[in-house]
């Protein structure tokens, strides 16, 4: 084989492995990093999540055929959020089609009967009317709510339960007194869904936590340190 038909067979093969990563990274699955304290302490900032983006299928006619899942009460999901469609956020599907909603004190109430839930992190005592109180028709618009949802979920409220209606889903953070949620900004559309995370396939403590100083410092830190700072315990973990 001459040098020109190696040269060649490299590029063919080079070019399929990149066309396979890219269907891969589109199609299967997608690296996410965990950027906010919602999800604590099943997810912490610093994870980096490999996420499942077939597991639930695309509602197309091979869904059907293929054995893809559920969207399940308690599926910890990624999404586009349905404000800003450019971010992703991940949360847990608290509600489905159908169910019939509330909260008393903290406790999740589904169509009548408490809701067993112990991944969920409470920081702080019963004091919030609005957001351990769930759903409340009788209040003003609150801090970080977003009005067109405020006006909606008051028309989808009955007997002090909110309905979530067909084709949406009512999602929660695990870290329930510190999580931006459908609480305030509504259901998460089907469409919306990307997938389910599979597993933490890195998880780094910030610089912060070790190093105090400018930007350039705390960077520098966290590239001399990569081994200390790397939360072994986390990586590889699978995530439920």
């Known amino acids: 084989m001459t040098s020109k038909q190696d040269s060649a067979g490299s590029l063919q093969s080079l070019l399929g492995t990149v066309v396979i990563a890219v269907f891969v990274i589109t199609f299967i699955v997608q690296a996410f990093q965990i950027p906010s ?7 912490l900032v610093g994870d980096y999540l490999l996420v499942d983006k077939l597991c639930y299928g695309g509602r197309g006619l091979g869904d059907h055929i293929m054995p893809y899942q559920k969207i399940s009460r308690g599926d910890v999901i990624v999404f586009h959020y349905p404000v800003d469609p450019k971010q992703h956020f991940v949360k847990r599907v608290i509600g489905v ?3 019939r909603l ?4 903290k406790t999740v109430y589904i ?4 809701l067993t839930e112990p991944y969920v992190r409470f ?8 957001r351990d109180n769930f759903p409340r028709t009788d209040m003003p618009v609150i801090y970080g709510m977003e009005g067109k949802w405020w006006l909606e979920m008051r028309k989808l409220v009955e007997d002090g339960e909110l309905i979530v209606p067909q084709g949406h889903y009512f ?17 998460v559309p089907r469409e919306n869904i990307i997938g389910r995370p599979l597993l933490i396939y890195w998880s780094v403590k910030s610089a912060d936590e070790d190093a105090r100083g400018g930007k350039a410092y705390r960077f520098a830190y966290a590239l001399t340190h ?6 072994w315990s986390r990586t590889l973990r699978l995530v439920h």
Request: glycine share 8%; net charge negative; hydrophobic share 25%.
């Open 37 to 43: 304290e919602s999800m604590e302490n099943t997810l």
């Open 97 to 99: 089609p159908g169910d």
């Open 102 to 105: 509330r909260m008393v004190n």
């Open 111 to 114: 169509n009548g009967k408490p």
């Open 123 to 130: 920081i702080e005592p019963p004091s919030n009317l609005f």
């Open 171 to 187: 999602v929660m953070g695990d870290n329930r007194d510190d999580s931006q949620d459908s609480r305030y900004w509504g259901f």
């Open 226 to 231: 990569l081994f200390q700072n790397t939360r």
